[in-house]
Nanobody
Framework: QVQLVESGGGLVQAGGSLKISCTAT????????LGWYRQAPGRQREMVAR???????DYADSVKGRFTISGDNAKRTVSLWMNSLKPDDTGVYYC?????????WGQGTQVTVSS
């Protein structure tokens, strides 16, 4: 089992920056497979960024150039730096871990970008 706990989030004005983090515990030893999803009201949950094994991280087209994901194997954490935030970035951000076709989710953290 893997447990994911998010931290950070909050309210920020458009154009501002925010960092959210996720700490993983349990049977997880490297950060490959950790990532972030988000869900806005009335919309489907979508992938935002993900750390991949042996290659560059994946990003949704809507956040490329603005968001950066990074992980720390020793601390088993993954962070998402979000710059040039837009109102469309508003939503609940969920930490996600995928392994062997199993998805683990955190409880989510709210990010609100005001215009």
């Amino acid at each position: 089992q893997v447990q994911l706990v998010e931290s950070g989030g909050g309210l920020v004005q458009a154009g501002g920056s925010l960092k959210i983090s996720c700490t993983a515990t349990g049977r997880i030893f490297i950060v490959n497979g950790l990532g972030w999803y988000r869900q806005a009201p009335g919309r489907q949950r979508e992938m935002v960024a993900r750390i991949t094994a042996g290659g560059p991280s994946d990003y949704a087209d809507s956040v490329k150039g603005r968001f950066t994901i990074s992980g720390d194997n020793a601390k088993r954490t993954v962070s998402l730096w979000m710059n040039s935030l837009k109102p469309d970035d508003t939503g609940v951000y969920y930490c996600n871990y995928q392994r062997e076709n199993v998805n683990y989710w955190g409880q989510g953290t709210q990010v609100t970008v005001s215009s």
